[in-house]
């Protein structure tokens, strides 16, 4: 089957350092987005990994190794706005039942503490 | 740019009335969708459409309708409102299905 597991809470200090994983078991893979969701919000996109490395973009970097079947985003410096949830999607070309769709995990919810 | 507009922010309905959520971009964008996020659930597609005139489903399709007659707009339809329609809908839209999606700001749904 198709699966992405993302932890569902997790909680740091601002200023700090944090990295939010990602988990995929798929039948094939064509990319792997980050997007940012703030409550009461639409997501937002933060980053496209489709080769395996690093892809830094500020203080947002995000890490795909296809291999593992994984994916992580590293969030540095923390700040309060930085509280939300943090969506892993990946593209699968070979998903028969609706071909042109993302597979969507349940998001990570982000707490920044002062 | 407005990108993805949707109206209403917010409707409350009653069992069995019908309604239709509207969305529209001006991106020029060929593909737009429809998804439906509840606690829990995650973001799941009700909806897609690859261009104006073709439309198919995606994981949720039962209990709603889509039409595409120009590239801009994508309107859905409740046909016959339940209780378990209550949730957040989101329209999204992309040059293609392969390039990331822009969300809409949403529609809070409420059947009662």
């Known amino acids: 089957g198709q699966n992405i597991d993302q932890p569902t809470e997790m909680t740091a200090t601002e200023g700090a350092i944090v990295q939010i994983n990602c988990t995929y078991q798929t039948s094939g893979f064509n990319g792997l987005f980050w997007y940012q969701q703030h409550a009461g919000e639409a997501p937002t996109f933060l980053s496209y990994n489709v080769l395996d490395g690093l892809e830094e973009k500020g203080r947002f970097s995000s890490f795909l190794s296809r291999s593992k079947g994984y994916s992580y985003l590293l969030l540095k410096e923390l700040q309060m706005k930085d509280s939300a949830s943090y969506l892993c999607?990946?593209?699968?070309?070979?998903?028969?039942?609706?071909?042109?769709?993302?597979?969507w995990g349940l998001g990570t919810s982000l707490a920044v503490n002062p | 740019n407005a990108g993805v507009t949707q109206t209403p922010k917010f409707q409350v309905l009653k069992t069995g009335q019908s309604m239709t959520l509207q969305c529209a971009q001006d991106?020029?964008?060929?593909?737009m969708s429809w998804y439906r996020q509840d606690p829990g659930m995650g973001l799941r597609l009700i909806h897609y459409?690859?261009?104006?005139?073709?439309?198919d489903q995606g994981e949720v399709p039962n209990g709603y309708n889509v039409s595409r007659s120009t590239t801009e707009d994508f309107p859905l339809r409740l046909l016959s409102a339940a209780p378990s329609q209550t949730s957040v809908y989101f329209c999204?839209?992309?040059?293609?299905?392969?390039?990331?999606?822009?969300f809409g700001p949403g529609t809070r749904l409420t059947v009662l």
């Open positions: 991106m020029n964008h060929e593909y």
């Open positions: 999607a990946v593209r699968d070309p070979y998903n028969a039942g609706n071909n042109r769709k993302l597979i």
């Open positions: 459409s690859v261009g104006a005139g073709i439309t």
């Open positions: 999204a839209s992309s040059p293609s299905w392969e390039d990331t999606q822009y």
